[in-house]
């Protein structure tokens, strides 16, 4: 290894790289509350392989990935997504991040049952460094408990 080598890796870069990993978690799920969701949005998150996997549908590619969140959101009045702090783990171009959430999903009026849908979920994923910097590569979400009715059941 040369010099040169050993200085571009160093415990600042991998912190840097862990915050700008985490950083790309908190910005989908803020997004997701508060943005118009758009294939602009999606490059910005996204390789264009990406893989985003909820429980019961999944989404592979980045192209119609931003119609197909706008599709699932439609089912709720508003929704609000808490995450906990990612633990990244960098390696090199690559990195692994984990968290929790806390997905709260208030139905439109006269929905299925309470007003207020509530998922409790891991989050999983991979991101790679681009020549656009970081994107995200895979998001998978894992139920760990729910509270309320989901869209299309019967309350």
């Known amino acids: 290894m040369t010099s040169t080598e050993a200085e571009s890796v160093t415990p600042d870069t991998a912190m840097v790289d862990a915050f700008t990993v985490s950083g790309l978690l908190d910005r ?3 997004a997701l509350d508060t943005e118009e969701l758009d294939d602009a949005w999606a490059r910005t998150l996204f390789t264009e392989d990406a893989v985003v996997a909820f429980p019961l549908s999944r989404h592979e590619g980045r192209a119609g990935l931003a119609r197909w ?10 929704t609000q997504h808490l995450n906990s702090p990612a633990v990244v783990e960098p390696a090199g171009d690559e990195a692994s ?7 709260t999903h208030v139905h439109h009026p006269g929905g299925p ?17 681009t020549p656009d910097g970081w994107r995200l590569t895979r998001l998978s979400f894992g139920l760990i408990w729910v509270d309320g009715v ?3 059941a019967r309350g």
């Open 97 to 103: 991040l984990r968290a929790n959430l806390v997905s």
């Open 150 to 152: 989901p869209p299309g």
């Open 113 to 129: 049952g309470p007003e207020l849908f509530t998922t409790g979920t891991s989050v999983t994923g991979t991101a790679r460094r």
């Open 69 to 78: 969140h706008r599709a699932a959101l439609e089912n709720f009045a508003r």
């Open 28 to 30: 989908y799920l803020l």
